[in-house]
């Protein structure tokens, strides 16, 4: 006749203490093998630009990108097609330089000004939480900026410039 299993009586905290200790051992054993996948860096050949990027111009201490719809339409609605528009955008990434450049038919600058400067540029830099509305504002103020007749000839040839 066989011999009966004798089964040692565990109670529940030493059975809990075995399994951990295998657990831990396990561990170890896997730590000591020292996995070569962590220790190769990220090939550099496999980091490439993805083609839908464009990378900006260099301009020097900014970055000059591509002019957003959004706002290429707020100068167009709120003043006219004929208002020059750059943007650029400083290393500290806090907000963007918007600037608007004011043709000479709708300038109030001087003729000293037009003389030494060659253009009538108003800039702010607008804080990129304020975006489309920031940028809203600031052709507002142009606009309200400007003499009534200026006004008016900028809001006639807002219609009839195609």
């Not at 006219?80 to 290393?91: D, R, T, V």
């Not at 003389?115 to 607008?126: C, F, M, P």
């Amino acid at each position: 006749m066989p011999k009966p299993k004798t089964v040692k009586a565990v109670s529940p905290v030493e059975a809990k203490l075995d399994k951990l200790t295998e657990s831990v051992s396990q561990l170890v054993e896997l730590l000591a093998a020292k996995p070569t996948i962590m220790a190769t860096p990220f090939p550099a050949a496999a980091i490439t630009a993805s083609p839908a990027y464009s990378a900006p111009v260099s301009t020097g201490q900014v970055n000059q990108f591509p002019i957003p719809f959004e706002y290429r339409n707020a100068v167009d609605t709120i003043l006219n097609k004929k208002f020059g528009l750059e943007i650029s955008y400083p290393s500290d990434g806090v907000g963007f330089d918007f600037q608007v450049l004011v043709p000479k038919e709708y300038s109030n600058a001087g003729e000293p000004h037009w003389s030494t400067y060659g253009e009538d540029r108003r800039s702010k830099v607008i804080a990129n939480a304020f975006g489309i509305n920031g940028v809203r504002e600031w052709l507002n103020l142009i606009y309200n900026n400007l003499p009534m007749e200026t006004k008016n000839k900028v809001t006639f040839d807002r219609g009839q410039i195609i």
